[in-house]
């Protein structure tokens, strides 16, 4: 089985089964990630009230962890939404937004990855830096200042550290597990003009990883039909405001054949 027809295969069961995808993600990016989950096939829910996590992560295909927003209340609902979810075997992504930018949101994923055990972390060259140790990678607000290829070293040990996937966004991703290493190329060079399209990224793990047990496949996936989906987007988009409209619309509408014609991805 190509690679292009087990991302399609994974679409498709999303599709079908529609799994709840629980994000306590950034206030910025509630909207754009739920209709990106809904435009997939998944069924968002959003919430930081630690009243209800237990309740909500038992109903949940996948638990999103984002540090986007690092208010308290937000903060709180994290360590009792990953307790549950790694008691009920749900996959968590976490994202650790703007790590290195400030000491809050550099020790915060640091000690959350102390205690819980994640199924895939995605993150921009800066933030994955700076969660496998490099002091130096300091962040420009919630910007990288690396390449995903400077990152590539730190991302695979901190995927073995954690025995999880780690996927570093930009021009090219970088997704990586245990010894395996893959580049995923495409998308949009307007992608990195809308607000929020990495968060995107983060909640389309957590989608595909509801369907799918094997976390390497599950953050590619969720690469490439970011990337495929960018470009469809381009070919019809004006602008960084019209390419936000048409990513949704490529995601409801994704084929086969759209994975297959856009899929660029180096082994």
Same mark, same amino acid.
């Given at each position: 089985m190509t690679d292009a027809d087990k991302v399609y295969r994974d679409i498709e069961a999303i599709r079908a089964k529609a799994p709840v995808i629980l994000s306590i993600?950034?206030? @910025? @990016?509630?909207?754009t990630t739920a209709n990106a989950l809904l435009a997939l096939g998944a069924s968002p829910i959003m919430s930081h009230a630690v009243e209800e996590m237990a309740e909500l992560v038992a109903i949940s295909g996948g638990v999103v962890i984002n540090l986007g927003t690092v208010a308290p209340e937000y903060l709180a609902a994290m360590e009792p939404a990953w307790a549950a979810a790694n008691e009920a075997r749900v996959p968590v992504v976490l994202d650790p937004v703007g790590a290195g930018a400030s000491m809050l949101r550099t020790v915060t994923p640091l000690a959350l990855l102390d205690s819980h055990r994640p199924f895939i972390i995605r993150g921009n060259a800066s933030e994955i830096l700076t969660l496998a140790g490099d002091s130096a990678s300091a962040a420009r607000g919630v910007d990288s200042t690396a390449s995903s290829d400077a990152a590539s070293s730190a991302a695979r040990a901190l995927a073995m550290k954690h025995a999880c996937a780690v996927v570093v966004s930009g021009e090219a991703d970088?997704?990586?597990? $245990? $010894?395996?290493? @893959?580049? @995923?190329? $495409? $998308?949009?060079?307007?992608?990195p003009r809308v607000t929020g399209l990495g968060c995107t990224a983060t909640a389309l793990c957590a989608a595909f990883a509801a369907v799918n047990a094997n976390p390497l496949e599950a953050a590619l996936h969720a690469c490439i039909i970011m990337k495929v989906a960018g470009e469809i987007a381009?070919?019809?988009?004006?602008g960084p405001g019209t390419l936000q409209l048409y990513l949704y619309d490529a995601l409801y509408n994704m084929s086969a054949q759209d994975v297959s014609d856009h899929i660029k991805v180096v082994r």
């Open positions: 993600t950034n206030y @910025v @990016v509630t909207n970088i997704v990586t597990e $245990g $010894g395996a290493r @893959v580049r @995923v190329l $495409g $998308g949009s060079p307007l992608m381009e070919a019809k988009a004006s």
